[in-house]
């Protein structure tokens, strides 16, 4: 069945760096666009970041535009989120996210904790 499991969350000061990952498997990874989003306490769940089926059209939600980046390798069926100049306010578990035949499919999140 379809399976997306994020990883690499963690506590971080700062101005410090992450790198997210979400292995994907059940589904043809290089077929389908892939989504990173995120959600704080007490706010709604946004999408930060999208990548296409071939990776080479990627968007950015403003707030993260010039200091994340989204990425995938689909031999490995990997997609990444770098995350760079980290600030409090990026404080959310972040999700991996697709739709595959008309169903949105998420991973369990991961929590990343920016402390100021």
């Known amino acids: 069945q379809v399976q997306l499991v994020e990883s690499g969350g963690g506590l971080v000061q700062a101005g410090g760096s992450l790198r997210l990952s979400c292995a994907a498997s059940?589904?043809?990874?290089?077929?389908?666009?892939m989504n990173w989003y995120r959600q704080a306490p007490g706010k709604e769940r946004e999408l930060i970041a999208t990548?296409?089926?071939?990776?080479?059209?990627?968007n950015y939600l403003d707030a993260v535009k010039g200091r994340f980046t989204i990425s995938r390798d689909n031999g490995e069926k990997l997609m990444y989120l770098q995350m760079a100049s980290l600030k409090p306010e990026d404080t959310a578990v972040y999700y991996c996210n697709t739709r595959v035949r008309g169903t949105a499919r998420w991973g369990q999140g991961t929590q990343v904790t920016v402390s100021s």
């Open positions: 990548i296409s089926a071939a990776g080479a059209s990627t």
């Open positions: 059940g589904f043809t990874f290089e077929d389908y666009g």
